[in-house]
């Protein structure tokens, strides 16, 4: 049955703030969120992604930042609203927004607020950043999304993202065998070849970096005998070829799971 965007909007509003889930959705989350996550804290992978997304947001003072899709605010939402002349966050839930609104009372020049990025009630405009951490791959239409970032960032305004690959022959087999019983599945679409290329073709990609290559597979071989030491020392000679190996192949960055990028506004 196709879904009118305002009742996928309302459905995903609904998901993430009374976080209601199916057995399979949970049992999901549970890989991503428990096993990937500690093995991302464990080896730093985090840290990096943390500390790459400071560097690729560069000096913001003077410049106008759009938080897309932030919910309560991502790990840098509020550096980005102390740093910047300009702040705004929007996202479709009320909750997400109220309690983010909440931090940045005291915080010159930045707010947030319920709105949807396609819906012609959304007018800002002229946007020198807009950060999209876990976003933008719950637009199921990426030539619209595309259209629209071209359209409310100014000349040589910059995106950084983070978001999902399905390029990874075992991980897109898990994801189609999983997909049907999935409580999210009307805004969750990671990103294909495709949907990269066409981000590619319409942006210029400065710096790229994936994780979870070789490294997504240490959940397996911790179940083999050897010290724990002995694994993380491995795991972590994992994420740097991850790290840069996929930032220059394309065919190694399609073997990871998920993918950062500095986009720039072509003129």
């Not at 305002?6 to 609904?14: G, L, S």
Request: proline share 3%; hydrophobic share 35%; net charge positive.
């Amino acid at each position: 049955m196709k879904r009118s965007r305002t009742d996928v909007n309302k459905r995903q509003k609904d998901f993430y703030d009374k976080k209601e889930k199916n057995l399979a959705t949970r049992l999901w989350s549970y890989f991503r969120n428990g096993a990937l996550n500690r093995i991302k804290k464990e080896i730093g992978i985090e840290v990096d992604i943390y500390e790459l997304h400071k560097r690729w947001l560069g000096d913001l003072s003077g410049k106008k930042v759009l938080d897309l899709g932030c919910y309560a605010g991502n790990s840098l939402s509020y550096f980005l609203a102390e740093n910047s002349k300009e702040y705004l966050a929007i996202d479709l839930s009320p909750k997400g927004i109220n309690i983010l609104s909440k931090r940045l009372k005291k915080v010159t020049g930045a707010k947030a607020e319920v709105n949807d990025f396609l819906s012609e009630n959304f007018k800002e405009k002229d946007f020198d950043l807009i950060y999209a951490y876990g976003v933008l791959h719950h637009f199921k239409d990426v030539d619209e999304l595309i259209l629209k970032l071209q359209e409310k960032l100014k000349s040589g305004g910059r995106i950084v993202s983070h978001d999902p690959l399905q390029t990874s022959l075992p991980i897109k087999t898990i994801r189609s065998i999983y997909r049907p019983f999935q409580s999210d599945r009307d805004w969750e679409w990671p990103f294909s070849r495709k949907t990269y290329y066409k981000f590619d073709g319409s942006f210029d990609i400065v710096e790229r970096r994936a994780v979870l290559g070789k490294t997504k597979w240490l959940p397996l071989f911790n179940l083999f005998p050897g010290s724990n030491d002995r694994k993380l020392e491995k795991a972590r000679a994992w994420h740097r070829k991850d790290w840069d190996r996929s930032a220059v192949d394309d065919e190694y960055m399609f073997r990871c799971m998920h993918l950062s990028m500095l986009m720039k506004k072509k003129d």
